[in-house]
């Protein structure tokens, strides 16, 4: 299936330097790092994507480090800042949506959420305070609650990653059914340093072609 054109909200999973926002924090690189095989766009999952799909990525907007919920690592308040929550909220006002056609969207994080110690919370799907999106399923499910609002005809795809709390996993598999969006449950990701390798990349992308030909 050709996801259209799609929008991705990711964290360092999805990032790589000059293709997401200005501002925005960089895991993978040119060159690569150290640690990591990963040097070139073409190896990220998202553009392995693209080129097996002919999929449009209007934007990948993803920032490393970064959490779907308002608390970062060491506690700090993301609510105005890195948050995936915040970072949709500022597309909307800014006219995003409006100026362009989305079709699929992407929700691929939890990750740094589940590192970072945060509160799991619990299931909660509607009266949402700002207190309640400090921790990680009331927030996931207000992230989803919100896109399907904006974009009612989009087809989205939750992606929970492999090495994070199985309660966030579990919660975010029931909150994704809620929804009825999309859900995929990462296996067997090859990874260095906790990211993913370039086999890893292909690992990921091959998963997502599994849950679109559904």
Wanted: glycine share 8%; charged share 20%.
């Amino acid at each position: 299936m050709n996801p259209g054109n799609l929008l991705i909200f990711g964290d360092s999973y999805s990032t790589f330097e000059g293709f997401i926002p200005e501002g925005y924090i960089p895991y993978y690189i040119y060159g690569g790092r150290p640690e990591m095989d990963v040097s070139r766009p073409e190896e990220t999952w998202w553009q392995l994507l693209a080129a097996a799909t002919g999929a449009n990525l209007v934007r990948n907007d993803s920032w490393s480090g970064s959490t779907i919920c308002y608390t970062g690592y060491n506690g700090v308040d993301c609510s105005e800042s890195s948050s995936f929550i915040y970072r949709l909220r500022k597309l909307k006002a800014e006219g995003f949506f409006e100026e362009n056609r989305i079709d699929s969207v992407i929700i691929f994080g939890g990750t740094n959420d589940s590192w970072a110690g945060v509160p799991t919370g619990t299931l909660q799907f509607s009266d949402w305070t700002k207190e309640d999106l400090h921790t990680i399923l009331p927030a996931i499910a207000y992230m989803i609650a919100e896109v399907q609002e904006i974009l009612p005809n989009a087809k989205i795809l939750c992606i929970s990653n492999s090495d994070i709390r199985e309660a966030v996993q579990e919660g975010m598999r029931e909150i994704a059914a809620h929804y009825g969006v999309s859900f995929l449950q990462l296996v067997n990701v090859e990874k260095k340093c906790g990211h993913p390798s370039i086999q890893g990349m292909k690992d990921i992308c091959s998963q997502i072609l599994t849950v679109l030909d559904k």
